[in-house]
């Protein structure tokens, strides 16, 4: 064999041991963990120009690897953690990998277009037939977080006054990532974190908790979870929505308030709820109104909505709130317990009791009727130790200010001996009928009547020319005894009226006198007017104008008792008694009412031989709020001795009580013509100032 032979010999095996061992590479065969192919070459062999350095790439990135061995035409081959990638320019078994740059230039780089995990290994580049290999380069790869996801998101609810826990994932990073909680631009702190090494040994999962109290957290508000590592400096983002669930939070509202009895109330429910209102319902006193299915009721209210509370109730998916008001109804007094009549024994105690509600607070008067004495301001009205004169009507009266006023009637009987009224001294005409009249009050009832008189006893029916009759009326019982012909003995008997009941008895004297013929003449008036005043409420007054006026008929005695009541929130009416020579009678003259302060009377007496008599009788008041005041005047008529027609001058006199000055003014007119005295008289009008 030739020395050119030899060479080429040499050449051939040297060719033939690169290629084994760049087919062993291929397949994956390792000598001694890092596969090495050795080649000899005579003289000076290359060298590596470039050669891979530590990288650290985001995974789904580009990256490559330099290698350059100028002058060098052997086989290159890349390794992987040891492993063999391929060939110079064959790395067909890796799609994600080429080896790019000039082959002439001797430009072996690894290029990796889009990094993956697998790709966080040690890379070394190797020239076979040259025998060299480059340093180790450790490609680390990165992996930024999965988005962040927060446990119950987008929305997270809970209960009013419950603590609020968000649990935040950030999965698969590498690095493991970093988690912080951010509200309003500001970092929430007191964040729990944990991690979790996942099968591949490379990445981790963080899972981050945060707590957060009852009173650090609003509805509505938004919190941020922010997972970052080095892969994903800026971090990722989610966010949840913090969705407070509460029962419906209720206000009542009423309008108008306070309101008079008989208006229009509104009644507005307004409900905060979440989840929303399902549905309202609403109740008075208890009792639902079905009608009745929104937020607002409207009603005409009375006296019953100021103890009834009306109730909305607010229902939502987690419950009902029931909220209740009361109206302020100004109502007037209203009867809660009314008075019962009694009837007790003489000397003990009689106790009765009124109750009234209203609204505002009322006033309680008890009064006896025809007294204007106040005899209690409360509820009860004790009387102690009765008297007959005790009895009669008592009144319990109410007044609502600036509203109304009501009252209520009770009667007092006191059980007793029975008390007899009568004038002692009765009128009958001689050769007529004649009647003697004894008035008994007797409580109980009297058991028997008796007149007498000389021998005779006489308790009813006719005896010779007497006949007792007895009738019982509501204020008593009348006995009458009458006589069919009077002769002039019997103005000459004594008549004795006695009456018994359980209790005891009374007597009465009675004298009969003969009536004369009445004769014309002048007529003297005698007016003694007394007004009082007491207020009531609702700035209305009482007005009581009281008159009495003697008439005296020379040689015929007669008697006219007047009394007028005025009262302005009552009806007005006038009684007259008149007492005379052979009847007892009683009038109720008409009146008209011209305003609430002005009334006309026109009382006319017609009786017996009396020429009929006009009376105009003409009242003004002027009234004023004091408690209680007095005021009277006196007024005297006397005619001047002239020829008919007759002038009477007044004279007015008046008796103020201090510190109230009044004036008054009286005006009267009297002409007398023949027999029929006609008279005009203008009472006082009295004006006081406090």
């Known amino acids: 064999m030739t020395l050119r032979g030899r060479k080429t010999s040499i050449v051939q095996f040297q060719s033939q041991i690169a290629v084994c061992c760049c087919n062993l590479c291929h397949f994956n065969i390792a000598l001694s963990s890092r596969l090495f192919c050795v080649s000899w070459f005579p003289g000076a062999g290359p060298v590596f120009t470039q050669q891979p350095t530590d990288l650290v790439v985001v995974a789904g990135q580009p990256v490559t690897l330099p290698c350059s061995i100028p002058g060098y035409h052997g086989m290159v081959l890349w390794l992987r953690d040891g492993m063999a990638l391929g060939v110079n320019r064959d790395v067909s078994g890796y799609p994600?990998?080429?080896?790019v740059g000039d082959h002439g230039k001797g430009e072996y780089h690894l290029l990796i277009q889009r990094t993956e995990m697998q790709d966080d290994a040690f890379f070394e580049c190797q020239a076979i037939q040259a025998a060299i290999r480059s340093r180790p380069a450790r490609l680390t790869v990165l992996v930024p977080p999965d988005d962040p996801v927060i446990v119950g998101s987008p929305v997270v609810s809970?209960?009013?006054?419950?603590?609020?826990?968000?649990t935040c994932h950030a999965d698969n990073a590498k690095p493991a990532a970093s988690i912080i909680w951010i509200r309003n631009g500001l970092v929430l702190s007191g964040a729990m974190y944990s991690k979790t090494l996942l099968r591949d040994g490379r990445r981790e999962s963080t899972v981050s908790t945060l707590y957060l109290s009852p009173s650090n957290i609003e509805s509505g508000q938004q919190i941020t979870c922010r997972a970052s590592n080095k892969a994903a400096p800026n971090g990722k983002d989610t966010t949840v929505t913090v969705d407070?669930?509460?029962?419906?939070?209720?206000?009542?509202?009423?309008?108008?308030?306070?309101?008079?009895?008989?208006?229009?109330?509104r009644f507005h429910c307004a409900a905060k709820a979440n989840p929303p209102v399902i549905y309202y319902r609403w109740a008075k006193g208890g009792h639902p109104i079905p009608e009745v299915t929104g937020d607002s009721y409207e009603v005409v209210v009375d006296h019953s909505f100021f103890t009834e509370s009306v109730s909305c109730e607010v229902t939502n998916a987690l419950g009902n709130t029931n909220i209740s008001r009361n109206v302020d109804v100004y109502f007037g007094p209203r009867m809660a317990a009314e008075p019962q009549s009694l009837q007790v024994d003489l000397g003990s105690d009689a106790i009765f009791n009124c109750a009234w509600t209203g609204n505002p607070s009322l006033t309680i008067v008890w009064m006896k009727r025809g007294s204007g004495v106040v005899l209690s301001n409360k509820n009860t009205l004790t009387l102690k130790a009765v008297k007959q004169e005790d009895a009669g009507k008592y009144l319990c009266r109410a007044v609502v200010p600036r509203v109304g006023a009501g009252e209520k009637e009770v009667s007092l009987t006191v059980n007793g001996p029975p008390t007899i009224s009568s004038t002692q001294t009765q009128q009958a005409l001689y050769g007529e009928k004649g009647q003697i009249k004894c008035f008994i009050r007797s409580t109980p009832?009297?058991?028997?009547?008796?007149?007498?008189?000389?021998?005779?006893?006489?308790?009813s029916g006719t005896s010779g020319r007497y006949t007792v009759e007895t009738v019982s009326t509501e204020e008593g019982v009348i006995s009458t005894l009458t006589m069919s012909n009077i002769v002039p003995a019997d103005f000459q008997t004594i008549y004795n009226c006695t009456a018994w009941n359980s209790f005891g008895s009374d007597t009465e004297i009675i004298r009969l006198k003969e009536q004369g013929e009445a004769p014309s003449g002048g007529v003297a008036t005698l007016y003694l007017p007394i007004y009082h005043s007491v207020p009531l409420y609702f700035s209305v007054s009482i007005y009581l104008s009281l008159e009495l006026s003697l008439c005296i008929s020379l040689g015929l005695p007669c008697l006219y008792l007047d009394i007028y009541i005025l009262a302005r929130s009552r009806s007005l009416f006038l009684l007259q008694y008149l007492f005379f020579c052979r009847s007892i009678s009683t009038y109720l003259s008409p009146f008209l009412r011209l305003s609430p302060f002005l009334s006309l009377y026109l009382p006319i007496y017609v009786s017996g031989s009396l020429p009929p008599s006009l009376s105009i009788c003409l009242t003004f008041a002027i009234p004023i709020s004091v408690p209680l005041y007095f005021y009277s005047s006196l007024?005297?008529?006397?005619?001047f001795l002239s020829l008919p027609p007759s002038l009477f001058i007044t004279l007015p006199l008046s008796l103020p009580l201090p510190p109230h000055p009044s004036l008054s003014i009286s005006i009267s007119v009297s002409?007398?013509?023949?027999?029929?005295p006609i008279e005009v008289s203008l009472h006082p009008v009295t004006i006081c100032h406090l």
Do not use: F
């Not at 009832?445 to 308790?459: C, F, G, M, Q, Y």
């Open 96 to 99: 994600r990998y080429d080896i």
């Open 158 to 166: 809970l209960r009013a006054g419950d603590h609020l826990n968000l």
């Open 244 to 265: 407070i669930q509460h029962l419906p939070l209720v206000n009542l509202t009423v309008d108008p308030q306070p309101v008079l009895e008989g208006n229009l109330v």
């Open 445 to 459: 009832p009297p058991d028997r009547i008796a007149w007498s008189w000389k021998e005779t006893v006489l308790e």
């Open 635 to 639: 007024r005297l008529s006397l005619p």
């Open 671 to 676: 002409l007398t013509s023949m027999c029929v």
